[in-house]
């Protein structure tokens, strides 16, 4: 079955928002060069385990936060640049300004036994202790593969992330050893999802990838019209995935066949969640969209919060937490489609969020890790992130 369901006609589109976009430029036309002062940011998420969170720092350390006591450990070196020179002059390594090296973390950690992951904006892969953050492992040891902007996922003691080269890597997880790459016809920015042993992936090639996690043979493609960002969600059969079409898609598990389709006034750069058979997918155009995850029809009337959204939200209780591209954080009420404000920030926010025992854990554009109770909106000790 296909459907189509549209928006309608009035103006919902805010425009790209300028960190978005300056990142895009900079990555996809010149690689690890400079333009006029535009550097990689980075906008990592937390993950918890074990009752430590961990997040990747805009100046390229993974950080351990030990929940009990806010107590924080660093890996003692920061990632580095391969030794090159940008398209104007300027070393990779720097920024066009004049500023202090640094190699940004996107994409949240991955935590598995007694080692945690990173993939780095320099292109190379990280595995680190999770007791002393000493280094384990690292892929490719001799080289620099393109950046790193999208996450691992771990699955059956192997690593799967996807690179700017637009190959899909399979690494053992315990070695670091290659077993076995996929490649697409662009980059790869987004973060795959692992469902019953079926990776599905996006690609600046416009196209969704369910590939066999075994050896990462194909088994099917979806071609949208935009490059896709954002990282599928699966359930109930059907693996859901925003595009740079404005579209958000339903498709088919088995065969990656369409549902149904929807689209918006921006990007769906996000990835949306659904509670009980309602999605809530936060788009670039600032409106937050409720269909039926069966059909994509519109439920409700879509919420706006005013400024793009890129983070992915978090379900806590009857609330849908969502945080803004301009730094103010929204809970909507799944009852009354609300939406009220919890806090805001001076920094802007673009990371998933994470939620631990019923604490918003969020990572703001200005290297600080904050914490919210979403219930009342109190503000706990932000955290540093970067090395004073």
């Known amino acids: 079955m296909e459907k189509t369901v549209k928006t309608n006609n009035k103006n919902k589109t805010v425009g790209l928002i300028a960190l978005l976009a300056a990142v895009i430029i900079t990555i996809a036309l010149f690689g690890f060069s400079c333009v006029s002062g535009l550097v990689p940011i980075g906008w990592s998420g937390g993950v918890e385990s074990d009752g430590f969170m961990w997040v990747g720092s805009l100046e390229g350390r993974l950080v351990r936060i030990n929940l009990a006591d806010s107590s924080v450990l660093k890996t003692p070196d920061k990632l580095e640049y391969p030794q090159q020179t940008g398209l104007f002059g300027c070393s990779a390594a720097s920024s066009c300004g004049g500023g202090a090296s640094r190699v940004p973390v996107y994409a949240t950690p991955a935590v598995s036994g007694n080692l945690c992951y990173i993939a780095g904006y320099n292109g190379k892969i990280y595995a680190y202790n999770t007791t002393d953050l000493a280094t384990r492992w690292i892929y490719p040891w001799d080289r620099y593969l393109e950046a790193f902007v999208g996450g691992i996922v771990i699955g059956d003691n192997k690593l799967y992330v996807g690179c700017s080269d637009g190959y899909v890597y399979a690494l053992d997880t315990v070695t670091g050893t290659e077993v076995g790459k996929y490649q697409?016809?662009?980059?790869?920015?987004?973060?795959?999802?692992?469902?019953?042993?079926?990776?599905?992936?996006?690609?600046?090639?416009?196209?969704?990838?369910?590939?066999?996690?075994?050896?990462?043979?194909?088994?099917?493609?979806?071609?949208?019209?935009?490059?896709?960002?954002?990282?599928?969600?699966?359930?109930?059969?059907?693996?859901?995935?925003?595009?740079?079409?404005?579209?958000?898609?339903?498709?088919?598990?088995?065969?990656?066949?369409?549902?149904?389709?929807?689209?918006?006034?921006?990007?769906?750069?996000?990835?949306?969640?659904?509670?009980?058979?309602?999605?809530?997918?936060?788009?670039?155009?600032?409106?937050?969209?409720?269909?039926?995850?069966?059909?994509?029809?519109?439920?409700?009337?879509?919420?706006?919060?005013?400024?793009?959204?890129?983070?992915?939200?978090?379900?806590?209780?009857?609330?849908?937490?969502?945080?803004?591209?301009?730094g103010f954080v929204y809970k909507i009420d799944r009852d009354t489609l609300e939406p009220v404000l919890i806090a805001s920030f001076e920094s802007s926010i673009d990371g998933p969020l994470a939620l631990y025992e019923g604490i918003i854990y969020l990572q703001t554009n200005d290297a600080v890790l904050q914490r919210i109770d979403p219930e009342t909106g109190a503000l706990l000790p932000p955290i540093i992130l970067v090395t004073q």
């Open 184 to 326: 697409t016809d662009d980059k790869i920015w987004g973060t795959p999802t692992l469902a019953d042993n079926i990776l599905y992936i996006g690609s600046f090639d416009k196209k969704l990838y369910a590939l066999n996690a075994d050896d990462l043979t194909l088994k099917w493609t979806f071609l949208t019209e935009g490059s896709i960002f954002s990282k599928p969600l699966v359930e109930n059969g059907t693996v859901y995935i925003g595009s740079f079409d404005r579209n958000l898609y339903a498709l088919n598990v088995a065969d990656g066949t369409l549902k149904w389709k929807f689209m918006a006034g921006n990007w769906f750069w996000a990835q949306p969640v659904i509670v009980d058979g309602t999605i809530y997918a936060g788009c670039l155009d600032g409106f937050v969209y409720i269909l039926d995850a069966a059909t994509g029809a519109e439920v409700a009337s879509p919420i706006p919060l005013n400024s793009a959204l890129a983070s992915t939200p978090v379900i806590y209780g009857n609330y849908i937490i969502f945080a803004a591209h301009d």
